[in-house]
């Protein structure tokens, strides 16, 4: 079983960053296709960012892209969101998540953390 555990949320005005954190349990962390999701307030949720099982390769959102990076480190059990340029609408509850390369679905879920960008 991972268990997930995000962190790194909080305040800040727009134009500004925050690094994410979601750090993974078990010994199978390597093995899995990690990515951040997240739910504005009224708004579905959305996959903001995906990356491979060995960091190879990421993709994004398109409303994210060229302002958010997100990378492992697999010696750590570590996925992160490094968010730049934030904007008022990047608002939401970010969720990281796991699966593993054979399936589709994301498996595990971590518990949240908020975001707030101010203008």
């Known amino acids: 079983q991972v268990q997930l555990v995000e962190s790194g949320g909080g305040l800040v005005q727009a134009g500004g960053s925050l690094r994410l954190s979601c750090v993974a349990s078990?010994?199978?962390?390597?093995?899995?296709?990690m990515a951040w999701f997240r739910q504005g307030p009224g708004k579905e949720r959305e996959r903001v960012a995906r990356?491979?099982?060995?960091?190879?390769?990421?993709d994004y959102a398109g409303s994210v892209k060229g302002r958010f990076t997100i990378s492992r480190d697999n010696t750590k059990n570590t996925v992160y969101l490094q968010m730049d340029s934030l904007k008022p609408d990047d608002t939401a509850v970010y969720y990281c998540?796991?699966?593993?390369?054979?399936?589709?679905?994301?498996?595990?879920w971590g518990q949240g953390t908020q975001v707030t960008v101010s203008s």
């Open positions: 990356i491979s099982w060995n960091g190879g390769s990421a």
């Open positions: 078990g010994r199978s962390f390597s093995t899995y296709v």
């Open positions: 998540a796991a699966r593993r390369r054979d399936v589709t679905t994301y498996e595990h």
